[in-house]
Structure formats: C-alpha cells, structure tokens
C-alpha cells in the first residue's frame, strides 16, 4: 500500500505537459507542489533542481548532480556586481550559523556553508532534513534586504518527484543510492 500511496502521490505531482522531453540545457518540470518544484536539466553534467518561487521574484534553488550540490538564492531587483562576497545567517532549527555567500549572476547569491565536501555534505543535510520535515529557515542578509523565510517544511510534497528525479542522473547500468531496487547483500 506504500509503495501504491507514493505512485499515486507521483501522479498527480507530475503535470502532463512537464513529462515530454525538453532541449538540452532546459529544464523540464517533473512536478510542483506550494510552491516548490523539481526539474531536472540534461546538459553535461545533468542535474536535478529543487526551486522555491514565492511568486513575488525570490527564488531558493538547489541544484544537485552526481557529485555536487548548490545552493543558489535570487531576487529579481538584484544588482550584483561580478566578484561579490557577503554573508547570509542561516536561522533554522538547528540554531543559527553566519556562512559565505558569493554572487553567483548579477541577481544571484550562491550560499556557500563551508569549503569543499563539507559545504557539499551541509547542503545535502539540509535537503535530507528537509524532507523529513524541517521547520522553515530565516535568512537574514548582511545588506538592506529584509529576512526571507524559506518554507522548507512545505518540500515534504516534493520527496518522490526529488528522488525520481536523482534517480534519472545515475547511468543506466550502475544502481541509484536512492532507487527501491538496491539490496542488503
């Protein structure tokens, strides 16, 4: 009944004109749900995004592939110039943390927690913990734009569009970290 109830949920996530193929370097939605959505993106290296539009101009994006994960931020009354560096407080709950953020585009932040695999491995800790259910983060920027807070108790919806979606990174011949198919042995 599971595994009915997930397939289910999956169907009517996924709208029908997001499961037709798109051009490379475009994305195509696999489904939305309050205001999240997953797509997935077949360029080299291909790569899933999981979005966050309030509908108002700010976006909370992050973009995994195989062997990486980003965390972007974005309004659209930005105007970043190239080379920026400021700092964003995360408030969540596991308390609150001052990281880097660099300017990814000129209306983009990339938010960087920490060099390396370390910031990789806290990024995918707040994406796991997110779709277990995470109460919302406020992000609090260093300049004069306001506290965001960041709905990330609402990506539950998401977790089976997310997976299918990682799933689709993996090669057809190896077996996804994240598919039902793997086995203890």
């Not at 289910?8 to 004109?17: D, H």
């Not at 408030?91 to 960087?112: C, H, P, Q």
């Not at 370390?118 to 707040?126: E, L, N, P």
């Amino acid at each position: 009944m599971k595994t009915f109830s997930a397939l289910l949920l999956t169907a009517f996530l996924i709208p029908a004109t997001a499961r037709s193929e798109t051009a490379s370097g475009e994305t195509e939605w696999m489904g939305e749900a309050r205001q999240w959505s997953v797509g997935f993106v077949d360029e080299k290296p291909s790569y899933c995004r999981l979005v966050w539009n309030n509908e108002l101009g700010k976006t909370v994006e992050f973009r995994q592939s195989l062997d990486s994960v980003m965390w972007l931020v974005s309004k659209d009354g930005w105007d970043i110039p190239k080379g920026t560096t400021t700092q964003v407080t995360l408030v969540g709950y596991s308390g609150t943390k001052a990281v880097a953020a660099k300017g990814f585009d000129s209306k983009t932040l990339r938010i960087v927690p920490a060099d390396g695999k370390t910031g990789v491995a806290q990024i995918k800790t707040i994406l796991k913990n997110s779709f277990v259910g995470t109460p919302d983060m406020e992000l609090d920027f260093s300049g004069d734009e306001g506290k965001w807070v960041v709905p990330l108790s609402r990506v539950q919806q998401m977790y089976t569009t997310y997976v299918n979606c990682l799933n689709r990174l993996v090669p057809a011949n190896q077996v996804s970290p994240v598919s039902d198919k793997t086995q203890p042995f």
